[in-house]
């Protein structure tokens, strides 16, 4: 049976400093994401295990377990991917585009997301994603992995707001961490991502 795995990261863990430290790109990478890589195919097992035996009664737990895993995993992935030691500025052309005709511009969109990631209830994301039936871009709160999302959207950017994310460097200031994470957008990314939704 396939596994999940951990992705390397596509930079040092130092590449991103001062906005985010070395030391809480490792633990988030090398601690956090491999324990919701281990946590999904852990329960991988559990519900082969469980089929084998016919024996469905904690399936709920097991399937809400596998998909805040699951969730955890492929956030992570993206968000790295998102961020470069390069990034920042704008994006440009289509995206620049669809940007100013769903939000009226960039700074409205940039505030709106940035408002979504700092007062996400709890631990979660905030979330520039592309909603296919409208074909239009949208900004989601996502709740700890999973929740609150339309079913048929696919992230673009996210920006990780749980407290492991940034709690060792930024304390309490949420804000501060997120205007911080502008400063890394890997719009090159962001833009290869809004080409292939579009093009499905």
Not at 52 to 69: I, M, R, W, Y
Request: net charge negative.
């Amino acid at each position: 049976m396939a596994t999940y795995s951990l992705p390397d990261l596509p930079y040092d863990y130092a590449a991103l400093e001062p906005a985010i430290t070395g030391e809480i790109l490792e633990l988030h990478h090398a601690k956090h994401h491999a324990a919701y890589v281990k946590g999904a195919n852990d329960t991988l097992e559990r519900l082969e295990e469980a089929r084998e035996s016919e024996q469905f009664g904690g399936l709920v737990g097991l399937e809400k377990t596998f998909a805040f895993n699951l969730s955890g995993h492929v956030l992570h992935t993206i968000f790295w991917d998102n961020l470069s030691p390069d990034g920042g500025d704008r994006p440009d052309g289509e995206l620049a585009a669809a940007i100013d005709e769903h939000f009226g511009s960039f700074d409205a969109f940039a505030k709106q997301l940035s408002s979504a990631t700092s007062t996400v209830q709890g631990s979660g994301w905030g979330v520039l994603a592309w909603e296919p039936l409208s074909r239009r871009l949208v900004v989601e709160q996502i709740y700890d992995h999973h929740g609150n999302v339309g079913m048929n959207t696919t992230p673009l950017l996210v920006f990780d707001a749980w407290e492991h994310a940034y709690y060792l460097q930024y304390r309490n200031v949420r804000p501060d961490y997120v205007q911080k994470l502008w400063s890394l957008v890997n719009w090159d990314d962001v833009n290869a991502r809004f080409e292939a939704a579009r093009a499905k």
